[in-house]
T-cell receptor, first 111, second 113 residues
Framework: DTAVSQTPKYLVTQMGNDKSIKCEQN?????MYWYKQDSKKFLKIMFS???????INETVPNRFSPKSPDKAHLNLHINSLELGDSAVYFC??????????FGEGSRLTVL | SQQGEEDPQALSIQEGENATMNCSYK?????LQWYRQNSGRGLVHLIL?????REKHSGRLRVTLDTSKKSSSLLITASRAADTASYFC?????????????FGQGTILTVHP
C-alpha cells in the first residue's frame, strides 16, 4: 500500500482551465502539506492542514484552494491556470518525529 | 528568503568514494533534516538531527550540525551508483509557522560505476 498517494501523476492542460490534484494518506498522520517544486528543483511550501484545519497558508495566489474533507485527504484545486503554474506539486504528511513523508508528485504542464 | 542552501550544487564521483554535501541556514532551528530525491520521484527522508545534537549516523550516512556556524554536512561513505540522486537539507525554524520545513535547492550527486 502506498503511504501517500497523489493523482494524477501527470496533468497537461491549457491556460485558463481549472484542475484538481488529489492526495490521500494511510499513515494516520494529522498534518498534511502541499509543496511546489519548480524547474530548478526549488521546493516551496504552499499550504498545511492539521486535522482538517488550515494552519499554514503561504503567499499563494487565491487561484489555489486546498480542501481537506477528512484527515486522510488533502486536495488542491487550481483555477484559471497560468503558464507559471507549471511545476511538480508534492503532497506530504508529517510523521511523529517531525519528518515528512512525500507522495510521488503530480507534474502539471500548462500550455 | 530561502533558509537552507546546499553546496556544492552538483557533485560527481566514482563508486566507492565518499560524498560530502554541505548546508547553510540563516535562523535558529529546532532540527535539520536531509532528504533524497531520485529523478522523477518524491523526496525520501534520510535523517533528522536536532539542534542540541552535533552528529548522527545512519548506515553509510553521517550528518553533522554546527549551530554556531549555522551549517550542516551530509557524508555518504563508500558511495554506490544507486546513491545517484538530489539531496536536500530542510530546516524546522524556531520562528516559522507550525511544522513548516524550509528546503534548500539541493545537491545533485552523480556516482559513476
Amino acid at each position: 500500500d502506498t503511504a501517500v498517494s497523489q493523482t494524477p501523476k501527470y496533468l497537461v492542460t491549457q491556460m485558463g482551465n481549472d484542475k484538481s490534484i488529489k492526495c490521500e494518506q494511510n499513515l494516520g498522520h494529522d498534518t498534511m502539506y502541499w509543496y511546489k517544486q519548480d524547474s530548478k528543483k526549488f521546493l516551496k511550501i504552499m499550504f498545511s492542514y492539521n486535522n482538517k484545519e488550515l494552519i499554514i497558508n503561504e503567499t499563494v495566489p487565491n487561484r489555489f484552494s486546498p480542501k481537506s474533507p477528512d484527515k486522510a485527504h488533502l486536495n488542491l484545486h487550481i483555477n484559471s491556470l497560468e503558464l507559471g503554474d507549471s511545476a511538480v506539486y508534492f503532497c506530504a504528511t508529517k510523521g511523529y518525529t517531525g519528518e515528512l513523508f512525500f507522495g510521488e508528485g503530480s507534474r502539471l504542464t500548462v500550455l | 528568503s530561502q533558509q537552507g542552501e546546499e553546496d556544492p550544487q552538483a557533485l560527481s564521483i566514482q563508486e566507492g568514494e565518499n560524498a560530502t554535501m554541505n548546508c547553510s541556514y540563516k535562523t535558529s532551528i529546532n532540527n535539520l533534516q536531509w532528504y533524497r530525491q531520485n529523478s522523477g520521484r518524491g523526496l525520501v527522508h534520510l535523517i533528522l538531527i536536532r539542534s542540541n545534537e552535533r552528529e548522527k549516523h545512519s548506515g553509510r550516512l553521517r550528518v553533522t550540525l554546527d549551530t554556531s556556524k549555522k551549517s550542516s554536512s551530509l557524508l555518504i561513505t563508500a558511495s554506490r551508483a544507486a546513491d545517484t540522486a538530489s539531496y536536500f537539507c530542510a530546516t524546522d525554524g524556531k520562528q516559522t509557522s507550525y511544522g513548516k520545513l524550509t528546503f534548500g535547492q539541493g545537491t545533485i550527486l552523480t556516482v559513476h560505476p
